[in-house]
């Protein structure tokens, strides 16, 4: 599943592919887009830009018009030279924009839809969102304060995948973020120190960040090890569903505390 590290890497290389570059086609082959026209709404401007928040991905098109994508689980991008073969079966593509040199390609949506710049930043799914761990800057204040209006009970591990405290992490950095902080993901956040939670997140933004950059597979430590020995200690890996969509959550029961 992709997390906020592999769509910023989407957004960098879907923007040097599109980015001030002549767009010759735009076309919407799932019929779901059938009747929306983005092919004429979309005719003649180029993209002034392309950026993350999160998992969010935006194609911001000349004339106030932005492409919002979100993939949750089953999402990709592709980013093709002309004549080179995509990496899922063509009737999975919803979007293919072609330009003289490239063709970039969303499959598998779920979340694929042209909205006015003005409606990016009122829409409540979008204002909401923490601050994103990619950014440039991360505001760790926000994120604290956040943190603390969520619900005291609730796991450190599940409250870090809610985006609207935190926006970028997905269940396997989250994993493993608790287990690079020694701290166990079934601590409610009252029993959590600020120190601790800040420490995580300090682990975890360099980690993301280089792989955004590099693009490189992630070496989990604890994440999908389940039953297999731990790298600091030696026990167990353990796993289980965590939170209200049962997310498994892998974490070291002799060493997270
Ligand atoms: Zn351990």
Redo the contacts with the bound molecule.
């Keep these: 599943m992709p997390e906020g590290d592999t769509v910023h890497r989407a957004a960098r290389r879907v923007g040097e592919a599109l980015v001030g570059r002549a767009i010759v086609s735009i076309e919407t082959p799932h019929p779901r887009f059938a009747r929306d026209r983005w092919p004429e709404r979309l005719a003649g401007r180029g993209v002034r830009g392309v950026d993350a928040h999160g998992k969010h991905l935006f194609v911001r098109f000349e004339g106030e018009l932005t492409l919002h994508s979100h993939l949750r689980m089953s999402g990709a991008w592709g980013v093709y030279r002309r004549g080179e073969t995509w990496r899922r079966a063509p009737d999975r593509a919803w979007l293919v924009i072609r330009t003289p040199d490239h063709e970039v390609v969303e499959f598998d949506g779920p979340v694929l839809e042209l909205m006015t710049e003005s409606r990016t930043r009122f829409d409540r799914r979008l204002t909401t969102l923490g601050p994103d761990l990619l950014a440039e800057s991360f505001d760790e204040r926000v994120f604290l304060r956040r943190l603390r209006e969520d619900d005291p009970t609730r796991g450190v591990g599940d409250a870090l995948l809610d985006q609207r405290n935190v926006a970028g992490i997905g269940n396997a950095w989250k994993a493993e973020g608790c287990f690079l902080a020694a701290v166990d993901p079934w601590r409610a956040l009252a029993a959590v120190s600020d120190e601790e939670v800040l420490g995580l997140v300090r682990l975890l933004r360099p980690l993301m960040r280089e792989s955004a950059a590099s693009g490189a597979a992630k070496s989990a430590r604890v994440y999908g090890r389940a039953g297999l020995p731990?790298?600091?200690?030696?026990?167990r890996i353990a796993a289980r569903g965590q939170g209200d969509h049962s997310r498994t959550t892998y974490w070291?029961?002799?060493?997270?505390r």
């Design positions: 731990c790298p600091r200690c030696g026990t070291c029961p002799g060493c997270q």
